[in-house]
């Protein structure tokens, strides 16, 4: 508690110093434009943000980076920019932990002969790997040069290959683990362009997901949520229904009103056979009459008894189901999860496209845009072959930027072991993950929160990215010493900047956009913006003549053999992605919203299958396929397919810091290193497994104190013909009172939350996280019930008797008006204020627990210990909130730090408090808008105005303790998915 | 009045105890910081009656009074008493690009949240908190910034609110 | 019952003496152990202190356990000497005489251990004196609608009410000392004798001052468990919100102070041969009174469940089905046992009046009024209302150190006590036998 | 203590019948200023002297009622000092402040009861300034008569022959100024 604050406030002299001086150190940013606040001065003590773009995944949100005396403390969304719209995701909050990470490599690094690593200066390291490549042009061996990146587009894209043309190699691969390659597949075969759409959910009437995860990993999850979450507004006691079919409870499955649980490679039948019903019923919206034969010829097959067959799906349904989203005009049917490639991946996503086709969606819900920035990535076909050329010793010098393929590569594609025939091997990175740990030489790389860049994530959407902070460590910018080894190849003296390098690259967008304006101005706008953002470019699209029902067959995967009794299936995890985000503490400590796992990797596991084997939540089971075999806790799962067994892919590090590593294992290793038959990609799923109870009980940590409410009535489900029947039933609010009620003399301060909105993502958690300085406090503490989230989302599973879908209700501080927790405390440390928030003082707390004990709802968290920020990921603290020390209580304070801010900037203005001005970190940033804020006491308010117009879905948690909570819940609502 | 003898032992060992929990709980103020350079705001504020926001223009705009800048401060001292030794170390200081790292006189616990805009724009002066700092050479931390009943006595008078969130968050 | 006595003014001042004689090796090793003991539970307490509350095993549910559950523990031992000394010395019951110093000491050293609990079990017990009534921070006060400030004002008051009451009570046997001992000793006993002489105007205040005490003492030994009970009563946990915690707990504590004082009579009747004293008879009056104390809380635990049945409401069923058959059975079953099952015994002649069987029976209706409130405590905070906060107890040794502790604490207190003060009142057995006459 | 002060002497007796005579006598003599001393209060003795009921009653009457006054005073001044709402409660609650001004009923009337018996009893008293016999305290009686030195030896003559064992005997210096400083 002391070191942090102590540490900003001396940093404010230099800050204020730092302003005066321009120029004075080499790494300083340049022209830094502030986006809330004018570019006055910086003032010690007031935050100034910076537009950028978040890189944490291929979606590209635009952010806005909070930066309190020269450094970031925040990222929230900018509301500007197209894809997140001022909204972020869990990994995008936790993009600070990357700028931050302890275990971030800090300066240039050679590796020894004896295998340690020693520091090497940045010229020296610049000018050995000159060096090597002279002599490989010498020789006439330029081609030998490769680089492996992540996906990139823009300025860093273009400097890639320009710098491999200077020295004459084409041997550039922008990997990116999940590739998407069934859809690029599908809409070649379908339609003979070989994109990727973009999904428009909010323009959709009806929204069916074949296995497609949208809304946690699957391509853009941050725009999904948002759009799904507009979607799904309540008209009139109705909504847009949402049908997820698919191998898995996953967490966008448990949102839908119906999950129909399928085996995993069998979804297309159901797409199928709705082309069936809708084609032979003559509903088909979008095509002409011509075609329509044509589809029927294709689909003849798969009339609904036959879909029965397959998929088990009562063909009754398949038929109302194909009527109902044919009635949709337009209805979205979406598919192409990565964790279908390699088993039907491709034929479900062409099977959906027809579909789409049919009901008339291309064009309006799924759209083919011009430029596609996700075609360029390369598949694992194309990975497969460099990793051929490596063994035959055709790389030379390797360079890897911002990927980790050893340890996203299936071991048994020998990437390992063919990386050691490449003489030298530069790690472009952050950190020492498995593949920088094989590196000869790693020059670190600026985190993208102190780089310069652009990033195109769709057609028309320029994201340009700044600095917003000096870089922590001795590290350069990726594009910075790719234009340095340029310049030593060429023997320029010339030092020219990545800097240089985007505006020069901008000035071409300049002369697109707008070519009339300055581009002085245009260059401080675009900055400013957060970049420049134009509408799309479309392109219309028909099917493919040559597609017929063989095409069909021939997408098809092979049928997975079952000698050992289980079909494995991995999907990218929420929280880590690829694996990427595994060394981010929050994202580790942070539950998985399904699981509610913390700091684990697990393998699912049908109840039927556990009870046959023995295994019980947390026993270790050993999962072996012809590959590899690796050993896991076991979480028994309704959620699945009786015999599937499904691994999240992300944990199981060897290198990546602290946070990662020896953390459970990677399924990885299981995989087969053959290509999927059809798409090329890796097979992520379908593989024959085998399971073996190892009987041993492992320690997990599982958040979840229950996976079940009972009789609770904590999470209230309505349907829509119940909302409907009931619309003018309120909650019975009064109570009688012993006492006379407080006053509140100006505001009221009290939040809405539609729990039909929330979808679980977490965001708000990490927010919270982030806004309010929690503490990450381990495994260990997780295990035993001592995570500090403030927000907590908590799931049920059987909110409702017709279902069993996993339910979420964001559980936070109530705010209560008479809160049980105050008066048992004997110091005042938790009292009401005026304005309604239920206070904690954490200095004169003095840890009775007695609060805690007596909170119903059980949010208040308690301070074990005292928590470890290692330096530097204490620069993230945020210092207009108190870091706690040992033995204090701390939750939720409604973000009373930007109450009071929002209070001195009206009093600045000589106004009084707005609606919207005081937004706290958890509604910044929920994707779906299911968080309001505001004022009670104002009938205009927007958290009124939602009690208002949701009064049927009104209620209180434990309502009948009369604790009067500020914090209103709106029922979840399940709509029907067939009419 | 004296009684079993085990009961007063009890008792030191208790008020013994506590005291020494007390005394490592406490955080211990700076007592006399040695400046890098003998600013003297008696000279600056007493003899030429400086106003303080000169310096410290934070005050207005902001939570934090802000300490100048090098560049504030060589403001005047390009021409000003240029040959005084202080001044010449001073602008060595400018030369070498470098700030001035003056030690904190004052530290104001980490769960303080004081706010310099509220108080100067009610017309509370800069003397009523920090004294009369055109008298001294040298400040020595001042005792009662780091007391909550000086500040709850002064709220009181002015009928300020004594919310504790106020200040604590 | 004069008649049962077999005793002299003489006598009886011979057999005071003998209690005080040098001790034992036994008795040196015994106290060497308890040190161990107290530097166990003072390392156990410096860790947490120094680590923080996470050395114990609390968690977020569960914020209180084991020192709450030992605090009440102690609290519940404590009303033994004021249940034996203040009440039935208002109702006049002729056996108190010989049994009640030890059981006055016992309150006064459970108290003492009690009351380091509360500071234990803080977070941050470098600022208990928060919660005292002085004015901090200018004006600021402890928070009076807070139990535990109510709970720190009686605990507080009962302390000194019951010292006071002790030491009175042994003033004029230690004048006897003063007179018995010579050399540093009578000075000692001196100072503590106050100048004590025994005139009839000391008498007439003296007998005054403590009949007072003793009925200030009554109504506050009721108090003080219904403020501690109040702990748990005022809050909204079910389990805890019941209105028949103030006389249930009551109940409970003069159940387990009942055991405490057979375990500690027991043992010291046959060290310092006082078996003149504390007859079988006496023992056998406490073992019929535990009997009823038994159904007391038995008809306690009964109510409890009747009411979580009968009350309709499901989170309080709910815990009540949990204590039973949860995690935590083994605690729940293993109270009903302990206190209300194994004091049955006492119906019968032979085990009331057998010693063996009074202390094995007495330790187990102590392990059974512990393990009572380990089940108030720890079984409804794991189990409360939001059923994703769910979680349960595990066992540190830091909580085990702190335990042992403080029964170190208790037990060496009172072994230093019985060999420095005398542990059986003098003077109000010689008021109780014929004084010397005339032959 | 006793009521009277001065020279006295102080005759101890074996058994509590020759005290019991003692007194007798002495009371034929028409002779009052004396204390009876004995190890435990006895009912014989009361009968002979008809104590008066004594006065810490009141002590503990106004200790009880100081308690409860303060404990309603602290708890309002407390509450005014630094108002705060806690869980929808009235600022000034009458249940929890109750228990409180109880409990310090209580505490002062303990207090009190404990200092009437000192004021009283005239305790403590570290070093015993009048004639005391160390038998007194555990099988002795004695009769303590306070006068002047001629009174005393008559007296003691009376009580020889009701049997008294010994008899000591302190005389006070005139004038007895700071005799009870203590």
């Known amino acids: ?979 | 009045m004296n009684q079993n003898f085990l009961y007063p032992l009890y008792i030191i060992l208790f008020v013994g105890f506590t005291a020494l929990l007390i005394v490592v709980g406490c955080e211990r103020q700076p007592t006399h910081p040695r400046q890098p350079i003998d600013f003297s705001h008696k000279v600056h504020v007493g003899e030429y009656k400086i106003d303080c926001e000169y310096c410290h223009s934070g005050v207005r705009s902001g939570p934090v009074a802000g300490i100048p800048s090098v560049q504030t401060c060589m403001g005047c001292h390009q021409l000003v008493a240029a040959t005084e030794p202080e001044i010449m170390k001073l602008r060595e200081i400018w030369e070498r690009g470098e700030p001035i790292r003056w030690k904190r006189v004052n530290v104001v616990a980490d769960f303080v949240y004081f706010d310099h805009y509220p108080h100067v724009s009610e017309g509370i002066s800069c003397e009523t908190c920090h004294g009369d700092v055109g008298q001294k050479d040298e400040l020595l931390p001042t005792p009662h910034l780091h007391s909550m009943t000086w500040c709850v006595d002064c709220h009181d008078t002015y009928e300020a609110s004594k919310d504790c969130m106020i200040c604590h968050r | 019952m004069p008649s049962s006595y077999n005793l002299s003014y003489t006598k009886t001042d011979a057999d005071l003496l003998n209690t005080l004689k040098s001790p034992s090796k036994g008795y040196w090793v015994a106290l060497a152990i308890l040190s161990i003991g107290l530097l166990i539970g003072a390392y156990g307490w410096g860790s947490q202190i120094y680590y923080g509350m996470g050395m114990s095993g609390k968690n977020n549910p569960v914020g209180w356990a084991l020192y709450i559950t030992t605090f009440v523990f102690w609290v519940g031992i404590a009303h033994s000497g004021t249940l034996i000394s203040a009440i039935l010395f208002l109702f006049r019951v002729r056996w108190r005489a010989p049994v009640y110093r030890s059981a006055e000491a016992v309150t006064v050293f459970a108290l003492c251990v009690a009351g380091l609990f509360p500071l234990i079990h803080l977070g941050r017990p470098w600022v208990f004196y928060w919660m005292l009534p002085i004015p901090q921070m200018g004006e600021m006060f402890p928070n009076f609608k807070s139990p535990l400030v109510w709970d720190l004002f009686a605990v507080f008051t009962y302390l000194t009410v019951s010292s006071t009451f002790f030491v009175l009570g042994m003033m004029p046997d230690v004048a006897i000392l003063r007179d018995k001992f010579r050399g540093w000793k009578k000075k000692v006993y001196g100072v503590l004798a106050l100048g004590w002489r025994g005139t009839d105007q000391q008498w007439r205040h003296y007998t005054a001052a403590y009949l007072f005490l003793a009925a200030l003492a009554t109504p506050l030994v009721i108090s003080v468990h219904s403020i501690v009970s109040w702990d748990f009563a005022m809050s909204v946990v079910p389990g805890w919100h019941d209105t028949i915690f103030a006389p249930y707990f009551v109940a409970g504590a003069i159940h387990s102070g009942l055991a405490m004082v057979i375990i500690l009579l027991v043992p010291m009747r046959k060290w310092f041969s006082l078996k003149e004293y504390i007859t079988d008879h006496h023992l056998a009056s406490l073992a019929k009174l535990m009997i009823f104390t038994a159904f007391v809380v038995g008809f306690a635990y009964a109510i409890e469940f009747f009411m979580a049945w009968y009350g309709g409401d499901i989170y309080k069923r709910d815990v009540f089905l949990f204590r039973a058959f949860g995690p935590y059975w083994w605690s729940f079953w293993g109270l009903f046992f302990f206190n209300f099952i194994l004091p049955m015994l006492f119906w019968w002649h032979k085990y009331r009046t057998n010693t063996v069987w009074l202390i094995v029976v007495s330790i187990g209706v102590s392990i059974g009024m512990w393990l009572e409130r380990f089940v108030i405590i720890v079984t409804s905070l794991s189990h409360e209302y939001n059923p994703f906060a769910w979680g349960s107890h595990f066992l540190t040794s830091t909580e085990v150190y702190i335990i042992i502790g403080s029964f170190s604490l208790f037990f060496f207190l009172f072994m230093v006590f019985a060999k420095i003060l005398p542990v059986v009142s003098n003077w109000e057995v010689k008021e109780v036998i014929e004084p010397p006459k005339k032959k | 203590m006793s009521a009277y002060k001065g020279s006295h002497i102080l005759s101890v007796y074996a058994t509590i019948d020759e005290l019991i005579e003692g007194i007798h006598a002495l009371k034929k003599e028409g002779k009052k200023k004396f204390s009876v001393i004995s190890p435990v209060p006895h009912h014989d003795i009361e009968h002979e002297l008809h104590p008066k009921p004594s006065p810490v009653r009141v002590f503990t009457l106004i200790g009880g009622l100081f308690g409860f006054t303060l404990g309603w005073a602290l708890t309002y001044y407390a509450t005014e000092s630094y108002p705060l709402i806690v869980g929808g409660k009235p600022y000034i609650s009458i249940p929890p402040y109750g228990i409180i001004a109880y409990i310090l009923t209580i505490l002062f009337g303990a207090l009190a009861t404990i200092a009437g018996l000192f004021i009283n009893a005239r305790l403590p008293e570290f070093v015993i300034k009048d004639a005391y016999d160390e038998r007194l305290s555990s099988d002795h009686f004695a009769i303590q008569y306070y006068g002047d030195e001629t009174e005393l030896d008559t007296v003691k003559d009376i009580l020889n022959k009701t049997g008294a064992v010994e008899t000591h005997k302190k005389i006070e210096e005139i004038p007895q100024k700071n005799q009870f400083v203590d």
């Open chain 1, 1 to 979: 508690m002391e070191i942090k604050r102590r540490d900003f406030v001396k940093l404010i002299g230099a800050a204020s110093v730092a302003t005066a001086l321009p120029g004075c150190t080499r790494q300083r940013p340049r022209n830094l434009i502030p986006y809330v606040i004018p570019h006055e001065e910086i003032q010690p003590g007031k935050a100034v943000w910076y537009a950028s773009v978040c890189r944490e995944c291929p979606a590209g949100c635009g952010v806005h980076v909070r930066v309190r005396e020269g450094r970031a403390v925040k990222v929230e969304g900018n509301p500007v920019h197209p894809v997140s719209e001022g909204k972020l995701c869990s990994r995008g909050h936790a993009s600070l932990q990357g700028l931050y990470n302890p275990d971030r490599i800090q300066q240039p690094r050679r590796k020894r002969e004896d295998g340690r690593w020693e520091r090497i200066a940045w010229d020296d390291a610049q000018e050995l790997i000159a060096d090597k490549i002279k002599d490989l042009i010498d020789e006439g061996r330029g081609d030998n040069i490769a680089f492996i990146n992540s996906h990139q587009t823009g300025s860093l894209d273009a400097l890639i290959n320009e710098f491999l043309n200077t020295v004459g190699s084409a041997r550039r691969l922008n990997y990116e683990p999940f590739g998407y390659e069934s859809v690029k597949k599908a809409s070649d075969t379908v339609f003979n362009v070989e994109k990727i759409p973009q999904y428009k959910f909010n323009e959709a009437n009806y929204i069916i997901s074949f296995g497609s995860d949208f809304l946690e990993t699957w391509m853009s999850p941050v725009k999904h949520a948002r759009e799904f979450g507009a979607a799904r507004e309540l008209q009139n006691s109705r909504m847009v229904p949402f049908l997820h079919v698919g191998p898995r409870l996953s967490m966008t499955a448990t949102n839908a009103d119906e999950f129909i649980k399928v085996k995993p490679g069998r979804e297309y039948a159901l797409a199928l056979g709705m082309v069936h019903v809708i084609v032979h019923e003559n509903i088909a919206r979008g095509i002409p009459r011509a075609q329509l034969n044509h589809v029927r010829a294709v689909v003849e097959d798969y009339f609904p008894r036959e879909v029965e067959r397959i998929t088990g799906i009562q063909f009754e349904k398949v038929e109302k189901l194909a009527r109902t989203f044919a009635a949709a005009n337009p209805g979205l049917a979406v598919a192409g999860n990565p964790s279908l490639d390699g088993n039907n991946g491709a034929l479900t996503t062409a099977a959906v496209h027809l579909l789409n086709y049919v009901c008339g969606n291309i064009g309006r819900t799924v759209v083919f845009e011009q430029t596609d920035l996700l075609e360029n990535i390369d598949s694992y076909a194309n990975m497969r072959r460099f990793v051929r050329s490596m063994k035959q010793g055709e790389v030379s010098v390797l360079f890897v930027y911002d990927s980790n393929p050893s340890f996203t590569m299936p071991e048994a594609s020998g990437f390992n072991a063919a990386l050691e025939k490449v003489e030298l091997k530069v790690a472009l990175s952050s950190y020492l993950d498995e593949t920088s740990a094989q590196a000869d030489l790693i020059l670190p790389v600026n985190s993208p929160l102190e780089s310069w860049g652009d990033y195109e994530p769709s057609d028309g959407v320029y994201g340009l990215m700044q600095p917003s902070m000096k870089p922590v460590f001795n590290t350069r910018m990726a594009g910075d010493i790719l234009l340095s080894l340029k310049a030593l190849l060429n023997n320029d003296e010339n030092d020219a900047s990545f800097y240089d390098y985007v505006r020069e690259r901008w000035r071409e967008i300049h002369q697109r956009l707008a070519p009339n304006t300055d581009f002085e101005e245009f260059w401080v706008g675009s900055l400013a913006n957060g970049g420049r953002f134009t509408d799309a470019q479309t392109m219309t699209v028909q099917l493919n003549d040559r597609f017929a029902k063989q095409t069909l067959e021939e997408l098809k995967d092979r049928e997975p053999v079952e000698q050992n009794g289980f079909e494995l299936m991995t999907y990218p995890s929420m929280n880590h992605y690829d694996g990427r985000g595994a060394n981010r503490p929050w994202l580790q400590e942070i539950p998985d919203p399904m699981t509610q796992m913390t700091w684990e990797n697990w393998v699912e596991i049908h109840p039927d299958d556990a009870n046959r084997l023995g295994i019980r939540n947390g026993d270790k089971i050993e999962v072996r396929s012809s590959y590899g075999v690796i050993e896991l806790p076991a979480y028994v799962y309704e959620g699945i397919q009786p015999g599937v067994v499904a691994i999240p892919v992300g944990q199981g590090h060897s290198e990546y810091g602290r946070y990662a590593e020896n953390i459970g294992a990677s399924p990885i290793l299981l995989l087969s290193a053959s290509l999927a038959d059809v798409t090329g990609s890796v097979k992520w799923s379908g593989l024959d497994v085998s399971v073996v109870n190892k009987q041993e009980r492992l320690r997990i940590a599982n958040v979840a104190g229950s996976d079940v409410q009972g009789e609770r009535p904590f999470l209230q489900v309505v349907t829509v013909e119940e909302l409907i029947r009931n619309s003018t039933r309120e909650e019975k609010e009064e109570y009688p009172q012993i006492y006379e009620p407080h006053e509140y003399p100006e505001h009221r301060w009290g939040m809405t939350i539609d729990l039909n909105k929330c979808i679980g993502c977490s965001a708000c958690v990490t927010a919270c996280y982030s806004e309010n300085n929690i503490p990450v406090v381990g495994k260990e503490d997780v295990r035993r019930g001592r995570e500090l989230s403030w927000i907590q989302i908590q799931r049920f599973f059987d909110a409702r008797e017709d279902s069993d879908n996993g339910r979420f209700l964001p559980m936070l501080c109530q705010h209560c008006t008479a809160a049980p927790c105050e008066p048992v405390c004997p110091v005042f440390a938790a009292y009401h204020t005026n304005e309604g928030l239920n206070a904690q003082v954490y200095n004169r707390c003095i840890g009775t627990r007695y609060c805690s004990n007596n909170c119903p709802y059980k949010v208040r968290r308690f301070n074990w210990w005292d928590y470890d920020f290692p330096s530097p990921l204490n620069w993230q603290l945020n210092p207009d909130v108190t870091v706690r020390t040992k033995g204090v209580m701390e939750k939720c304070t409604f973000c009373v730090q930007r109450i009071t801010d929002a209070r001195q900037e009206a009093r600045l203005e000589g106004r009084d408090i707005r609606d919207g001005d005081v937004v706290p970190a958890c509604q910044q940033t929920c994707p779906t808008d299911a968080i309001v804020f505001g004022d009670l006491k104002d009938p205009d308010s927007r958290v009124n105005q939602l009690r208002e117009r949701n009064k049927a879905r009104g209620y209180h948690v434990l309502n009948e303790l009369n604790t009067q909570p500020a914090v209103m819940y709106l029922k979840d609502v399940v709509e029907e998915t067939t009419s």
